[in-house]
């Protein structure tokens, strides 16, 4: 630095001699320098946008970006170059390439951002390799809220684009040289996303689901093709539904069960159970259904009240989910009927699935004492479809139910 200059008289030389854009933000994103190359690119005089925040100059599409930047620099983490776009005070958008550095004060405190920006037309770009044409798609696929990736015929990416996986911070470029299997993290060449690359290989399109990380992707996958029709690898499209996927759930779980006791409803038992007809009559597999029914409710709900009632409901419902395998389904069919779907049961072991049920809620030790009465049906002995099997388990719980009634009555 010569004798007698100062860091601030530099600075404004050099923010009035350079032919860039030189900029600097604050923390917060507001502009403090602006240079007369940035007047010449952008179209906006320094009075006019010194202690504006730059977000103003950016395209919808770049804020998030932007925002990620200014969240970042606390941590000193902006020191790269891209491309990118901003607004001219005309309206049009202009084409950059940018370079940006922390500022640090005395004491070596991050207070700001430099940033130096090239403006790009369309004919500097296509010096670089790229056509007009292949510069506005390749922008847009940059900015394009999926993750694009293509590979060669050995599965290793060539390119990844988009911005459909920023919860990731992946970026444009960074899984060239990577294999699929590292990518997805999915190293099974017969699981279903390694299998359809495969497939595209051989000229097959295909749809599908996967969850990557934490993320749900919805995958469209393609052979990708040479000019002569010729394929050169595969191209894919994953767009993240993880919070459509989520909101899809939630709603089909409150359809399908009752908000009470967490089981399946009467709409969901059934219509698992016709499947299992179907199933088990393809198979030959036999299979039990079980009727159950809360001795005594209205009593609980008129001596203790309807909140007793419902405890008692749902101490009833644990026995059920305690006594159920995976492939079981246990059911609310509403007020005091329950049912369970045993898959692959044969006859002696629904009976004794029946028995511990009763014992369990006989025994739980909690007050008031509940007891359970159940009527069961065995597949295909007791009935072929669906409304039979119930109609069977019906008959068997209300023999039940007559003979308690009949050994009260006794006991009074």
């Known amino acids: 630095m010569p004798r007698g200059a100062r860091s601030e008289d530099l600075l404004a030389t050099l923010l009035e001699a350079a032919e860039d854009a030189i900029l600097t933000l604050a923390l917060d994103g507001k502009i403090q320098d602006w240079s007369r190359g940035a007047e010449h690119l952008y179209g906006y005089t320094a009075a006019e946008v010194l202690g504006v925040p730059l977000a103003r100059l950016l395209p919808i599409c770049e804020v998030a970006a932007h925002d990620t930047l200014l969240a970042a620099a606390a941590h000193g983490k902006v020191q790269y170059s891209k491309t990118t776009e901003r607004l001219h005070k005309s309206g049009s958008k202009v084409c950059v390439n940018v370079k940006r550095g922390v500022i640090r004060d005395a004491c070596g405190e991050i207070t700001g951002i430099l940033e130096i920006g090239h403006g790009l037309s369309l004919s500097s770009l296509s010096r670089n390799g790229d056509t007009p044409g292949e510069t506005q798609l390749r922008m847009l696929v940059e ?8 590979t060669d ?3 290793r990416i060539t390119s990844n684009w988009g911005s459909g996986l920023r919860l990731t911070k992946i970026r444009p470029g960074e899984l060239v040289g990577q294999t699929v299997f590292e990518f997805l993290q999915c190293h099974d060449p017969q699981a279903i996303p390694i299998a359809r690359h495969y497939e595209a290989l051989r000229g097959s399109s295909s749809h599908f ?5 934490s993320r749900v992707l919805d995958v469209y996958l393609e052979p990708l093709r040479g000019a002569s ?5 595969c ?5 993240d539904i993880t919070q459509r996927k989520k909101s899809f759930e939630r709603v089909l779980y409150q359809a399908t069960h009752d908000a009470l006791t967490g089981l399946a409803n009467y709409r969901e038992f059934v219509d698992t159970l016709e499947g299992e007809v179907r199933r088990s009559d393809r198979s030959q597999h ?3 259904a079980l009727l159950l029914d809360l001795d005594e409710l209205k ?7 309807h909140l007793a009632g419902n405890r008692a409901l749902k101490r009833l419902a644990a026995v059920m989910k305690q006594h159920c395998r995976s492939t079981d389904l246990a059911a609310r069919f509403g007020g005091d009927e329950f049912a369970l779907l045993l898959i692959d049961s044969e006859p002696g072991r ?3 699935i029946a028995a511990r049920i009763e014992q369990c809620v006989r025994e739980d030790g909690i007050e008031p004492a509940i007891s359970v009465s159940i009527g069961m049906a065995v597949y295909p002995e007791d009935g072929r479809t669906a409304q039979e099997l119930l109609d069977s388990a019906d008959r068997g719980l209300y023999r039940r139910k007559r003979a308690l009634v009949s050994r009260s009555m006794t006991a009074s």
């Not at 009593?299 to 009240?305: A, F, K």
Request: hydrophobic share 45%; charged share 15%.
């Open 143 to 150: 900015q394009m809220p999926v993750v694009l990736w293509t």
């Open 153 to 155: 015929q050995h599965l």
């Open 209 to 213: 689901e996967y969850k990557h990380k």
């Open 229 to 233: 029709g010729e394929i050169l690898g």
């Open 235 to 239: 191209i894919a499209v994953g767009l």
């Open 286 to 288: 036999s299979f039990a």
């Open 299 to 305: 009593s609980i709900n008129d001596r203790l009240g």
């Open 350 to 352: 629904a009976a004794q």
